[in-house]
Nanobody, 117 residues
Framework: QVQLVESGGGLVQAGGSLRLSCVASGSIFSIETMAWYRQAPGNELVATTSSGGGSNYADSVKGRFTISRDNAQNTVYLQMNSLKPEDTAVYYC?????????????WGQGTQVTVSA
């Protein structure tokens, strides 16, 4: 089992920045990929980072958002710069766990990000 707890959401003006954090606990050794999704309405995969260090981004956030992973702190971050009103959403942390029993996905509870014009 993996537990994910997000923090860092809030209200910010357009052009501002926020940093989201997601702390993982439990069977963290099994986590291969961590990602951030957003829902507002509709779901979008925002960014992913793998255990090998590679990252991928949605076209809508490239150049503005950065995903990073601190393995010592069991934490993944999403640095969001140059925020736009269309970035307003509930942001969810996601982890993919791979064990001998198979692959399983885990979700955090979500954190609201609101960007005012």
């Amino acid at each position: 089992q993996v537990q994910l707890v997000e923090s860092g959401g809030g209200l910010v003006q357009a052009g501002g920045s926020l940093r989201l954090s997601c702390v993982a606990s439990g069977s963290i050794f099994s986590i291969e990929t961590m990602a951030w999704y957003r829902q507002a309405p509709g779901n979008e995969l925002v960014a992913t980072t793998s255990s090998g260090g590679g990252s991928n981004y949605a076209d809508s956030v490239k150049g503005r958002f950065t995903i990073s992973r601190d393995n010592a702190q069991n934490t993944v971050y999403l640095q969001m710069n140059s925020l736009k009103p269309e970035d307003t959403a509930v942001y969810y942390c996601h982890a993919t766990s791979v064990t001998t029993r198979g692959t399983r996905a885990y979700w955090g509870q979500g954190t609201q990000v609101t960007v005012s014009a």
